[in-house]
């Protein structure tokens, strides 16, 4: 038996044999938009609040986007993974229900 006929460890013969590594690229988790929609009982300044405390945004943001869904009946908060929206919406619902508004939240598949 040659030093080539040899089997390793891992059962594979040959150490003139080179296993190639595949790197696969991992793919990116699939994003979801967090929506607010428009209603006629929810005061603007809740909505402001709400989105400075639950999407990050600063006051002058939040106006904007608070503007979009009283103009449009719907805006855009944000865009997360699947898991980080789903939790959005849930903690804007509870926030609303909370203070008995009836705002809407929902997502969507980007």
Same mark, same amino acid.
Not at 24 to 36: E, G
């Given at each position: 038996m040659t030093e080539n006929d040899r089997k390793d460890a891992s059962g594979a013969t040959g150490s003139s044999l080179v296993a190639e590594k595949s790197r696969?690229?991992? /793919? /990116?988790?699939? #994003?979801?938009?967090?929506? !607010?929609l428009n209603d006629d009982y929810t005061p603007m300044e809740f909505v402001v609040l709400l989105l400075m405390r639950f999407f990050n945004m600063n006051q002058g943001q939040a106006e904007q986007?608070? !503007?979009?869904?009283?103009?449009?009946?719907? +805006?855009?908060? +944000? $865009?997360?993974?699947?898991?980080?929206?789903?939790?959005? $919406?849930? #903690? $804007? !619902?509870?926030?609303? +229900?909370?203070?008995?508004?009836? #705002?809407q939240c929902t997502m969507e598949k980007e």
């Open positions: 696969a690229k991992p /793919k /990116k988790p699939p #994003l979801y938009k967090v929506l !607010l986007t608070m !503007l979009q869904i009283h103009t449009k009946g719907i +805006g855009l908060c +944000g $865009v997360y993974p699947r898991e980080i929206a789903e939790t959005k $919406v849930r #903690l $804007v !619902l509870e926030f609303a +229900g909370e203070n008995e508004h009836p #705002l």
